[in-house]
């Protein structure tokens, strides 16, 4: 029996009480594992091939300046070390950036408990949850602490996680409920016992859930491209060392070798993962923004991708908050009373079930104490309500004896009572008609003793839950981005029809669970592909049609918020869990959870996948068209060079840039511009169709630009080097200092061409501001003297700076050029 009908004090702990044991027990929460420090991070950036590759190229560089008498400062190899911690520093800083973020999104997820505060149920968060509390529990909860059961409604909890034990152990009165466990089945409440690192939960710390910071597809995709890109730099090295070797011999190892291995790392964008890691982090963040809750990475690239949302009606298209308009009853009085005794909402409180809440509130409008009328009618036996069943039966004690009472779907209380055929057809077409019109029917019956069979009829009950008034727009846009919309709903088909045409659902036909599940193969393969609406649909059914669906190679998003509905999300590509009214089991399983329960904010996550996935392309975009670049001039600088015997002051082969050169440009072009590629707004993305998941991962206009732009761009670098000397008279440190400051630079001003694709991006503060701090920190290398040493540059003269400033404005407008060509060719 539940508080109330015990008749105690109001049960419970109050306020205070709470807030005294929470300071004394602390919060029901794992000891997480202590963050790694920043020390220890900062030293994991140098765990890479390539950066090892370079250290050791350092210790060769260090070793021949030793060997060499220690003439100087060995500039380049301090040049090369200052850059190499300003890499792990940044690496650091933005991998710290995502765990933040992460944890973020983490909180916001974290599960909510329904609890007895002040003799009124209320829910709170699972961390403020203290020995002593009075839980109220039903399917498809995860057991928050140790309790013990108060009060038992056919209880039923999974311990497989405990004991390897598959069927679920039934809980009566005084049994224990163990941290960890799921009930599912019936509804209990219980007190608790321990909690924390003193509970269950304490030894199963695998069973918490949280945001998955596993590699995504993308990620690994993303690594794959980087690797093969990688391999053809190593070649490229390779032939480097084997042709400069031959030109300069044994002799000159170090500093061919120090060329080379720069020369690789510069051509691979390292700092890569980590920007890619940020930029997802960053848009989840976004997401969450917007009420959804991303729990997978994985799931952001699919989100992308969708083709196909299956939705629920009840919370998602609608508002959730049912309202009894009307009640039809030969026994209205009775009527009242089953609305209150067969309903496990707590009479007073605002947390439950929204439809046992509005018959609450409706029987107290009419005059009766839902509290005490439960006080005077001790339940006996309870039958909850399964999705399976589609009623609720509650057995009770009445002055005369036990009575019975049920509610549920009109179809099968109808089938339980002793009405004549022709007064149950008579309810059917007046069922029928209230449903046409909107409502959602609960019908009601009872019977003396314990009988489930042979009930007396109590009528109907029509409720409203009007639609979500901004479902109609979300409707729409997903119409616009060649997404379709499947409503898949256990209720009556006319319901779901008024309700579908009213939310902006293309309804041509209505078909229900059970005439789907009577079809053939061939015949739910075609009702997947043609009906938009589907109505008292099983757990079963909702199952084959996510399945249908993708082999049918849709891409499929499916909203579920009951212990039933795991089955589907799971086998979703993106499961969309509700955080307002989903059941524990449902949230573990998704990928995506809602905070607000509304399809809008589906419409919202598709639009902010899309967006990241556009964004992560337009930094790719960026990064390898400025790497090719620097490869083709330096590839094609040092030949030009052996070939024109152009040799430096100390008789080594004269190339355009130096090896330090190299991994400044690389420092201060892959880390802030990239990331705030990664920040962009792209409001034409819902009038895409969606993205196809085994596309490339740079489709052919992304492709286009690399090539042209980066080639372009060498070619530029190629004019200053041969017009300065010619023109200017400029000597080769000068000429080679003015190329040096038009790469970096003009890299700088890509970000900008790399934002175009066919759509026009939002204004971004952040790749102005990038721009801006890279700027600056080139313009100290070239005009502060300790860093002008350190990276053998020389002051740059008026004409030869106008030179420079007119190559990066070249540069910028044929990358422009080059971008608007392709984008609008594509």
């Keep these: 029996m539940s508080p109330a009908e015990r008749g105690a004090a109001p049960p419970g702990l109050t306020t205070a009480e709470a807030r005294r044991r929470l300071d004394a027990h602390g919060p029901n929460v794992l000891p997480e594992k202590s963050r790694e420090p920043s020390w220890r991070r900062f030293l994991a950036q140098f765990r890479s091939p390539l950066i090892y590759i370079l250290l050791l190229a350092l210790v060769v560089d260090a070793g021949a300046w030793v060997a060499e008498g ?5 500039l380049e190899s301090l040049a090369i070390g200052v850059i190499l911690l300003l890499n792990s520093a940044l690496g650091a800083w933005q991998e710290r950036r995502a765990e933040d973020a992460l944890a973020r999104l983490k909180d916001l997820a974290a599960p909510r408990v329904r609890v ?3 003799g009124a149920l209320v829910a709170i968060p699972a961390a403020e949850l203290v020995p002593g509390d009075l839980l109220r529990l039903e399917s498809g909860d995860r057991v928050p602490a140790d309790a013990s059961v108060r009060r038992s409604a056919s209880l039923s ?3 497989s996680v405990l004991t390897g034990e598959s069927m679920p152990v039934h809980k009566e009165e005084g049994a224990e409920l163990l941290a960890g466990t799921m009930v599912v089945r019936g509804n209990a409440d219980a007190e608790v016992l321990r909690t924390g690192t003193t509970s269950n939960l304490g030894r199963l710390a695998a069973l918490l859930g949280g945001v998955v910071a596993d590699p995504t597809p993308l990620e690994r995709r993303m690594a794959a491209f980087g690797n093969r890109v990688a391999r053809w730099v190593v070649i490229l090295a390779v032939l480097i060392v084997v042709g400069g070797l031959a030109v300069e011999g044994l002799g000159n190892l170090p500093h061919v070798l120090l060329f080379a291995v720069a ?8 700092g890569l993962p980590a920007v890619l890691t940020l930029t997802l982090a960053l848009g989840m963040e976004r997401m969450a923004r917007r009420r959804a809750v991303v729990r997978r990475l994985a799931a952001v690239e699919a989100l992308g991708s969708v083709t196909v949302i299956a939705t629920d009606k009840t919370g998602t298209l609608t508002e959730n ?12 009085a009775r009527a009242l009373r089953a609305m209150v005794l067969a309903n496990d909402s707590e009479p007073g409180s605002t947390v439950g079930d929204p439809l046992e809440l509005a018959l609450l509130q409706h029987a107290a409008r009419q005059g009766q104490d839902p509290a005490a009328l439960r006080t005077g009618h001790p339940r006996r036996r309870v039958v909850p309500f399964e999705a399976t069943t589609r009623y609720m039966l509650a057995t009770v004690e009445e002055p005369g004896g036990p009575a019975t009472y049920l509610k549920g779907a009109p179809e099968v209380v109808l089938e339980r009572t002793t009405l004549p055929e022709e007064e149950r057809e008579a309810w059917r077409r007046m069922v029928l008609a209230q449903a046409e019109a909107g409502y959602r029917v609960i019908a009601l019956a009872w019977g003396r003793g314990e009988e489930e069979e042979g009930l007396e009829w109590l009528g109907v009950v029509m409720l409203m839950d009007p639609p979500r008034p901004e479902v109609p727009d979300a409707m729409r846009r997903a119409r616009e981005a060649g997404i379709r919309v499947l409503m898949l709903t256990g209720d009556h088909p006319a319901t779901a029809v008024t309700v579908a045409r009213i939310a902006g659902l293309d309804v041509a036909t209505v078909l229900t669970g059970d005439a789907f599940g009577a079809l053939d193969a061939e015949g739910r393969a075609r009702a997947v592909r043609e009906t938009n609406v589907f109505a008292r649909v ?8 996510v399945r249908l669906l993708r082999q049918a190679g849709e891409i499929v998003a499916v909203t579920g918020d009951g212990v039933n509905d795991a089955p589907a999300l799971k086998q979703a590509d993106v499961g969309v869990a509700m955080g307002q009214r989903g059941s524990d089991v449902a949230r573990e399983v998704a990928d995506l959870v809602l905070l607000d329960d509304n399809f809008a904010t589906i419409v919202a996550a598709i639009e902010e996948g899309r967006s990241i996935y556009e964004n992560i392309q337009k930094f790719i975009r960026f990064l390898f068209s400025t790497n090719l670049s620097e490869i083709l001039v330096v590839a094609i600088g040092a030949f030009a060079a052996f070939v024109l015997g152009l040799r430096d002051a100390a008789g080594h082969l004269l190339l355009p840039l130096t090896a330090a050169q190299l991994l400044w440009i690389n420092l201060v072009t892959d880390g802030a511009p990239a990331l705030a590629l990664g920040m962009d707004r792209n409001p034409g993305v819902m009038r895409r169709p969606p993205r196809d998941p085994r596309a490339q991962l740079l489709d052919r206009p992304s492709l286009q630009f690399i090539l042209t732009a980066g080639s372009l761009k060498a070619l530029v670098a190629f004019a200053l080097l041969v017009l300065l000397p010619v023109v200017l008279g400029s000597a080769t440190e000068l000429t080679r ?25 939002g204004p971004n503060r952040a790749v102005h501001l990038a721009a801006g701090i890279g700027f600056a920190a080139q313009a100290l290398v070239t005009f502060f003297p300790p860093l002008m040493q350190a990276f053998d540059v020389v002051p740059i003269t008026l004409p030869v700076g106008a030179w420079v400033a007119g190559a990066i404005l070249v540069a910028w407008g044929l990358a422009e050029a080059t971008s608007r060509l392709i984008w609008r060719k594509g």
């Design 157 to 159: 909890a999974d311990e």
């Design 263 to 270: 020369l690789a790392v510069a051509a691979v964008p390292e």
């Design 321 to 332: 908050r049912m309202e009894v308009r009307g009640v039809e009853s030969p026994d209205p």
């Design 116 to 118: 007895f505060r002040d």
């Design 70 to 74: 220690r003439h100087g400062l060995p």
């Design 538 to 545: 099983s757990p079963a059914d909702k199952l084959e049609i």
């Design 737 to 761: 200092t003015a190329t040096f400051t038009f790469m970096a630079a003009g890299q700088l001003l890509f970000a900008y061409p790399s934002r175009r694709t066919d759509l026009v991006p």
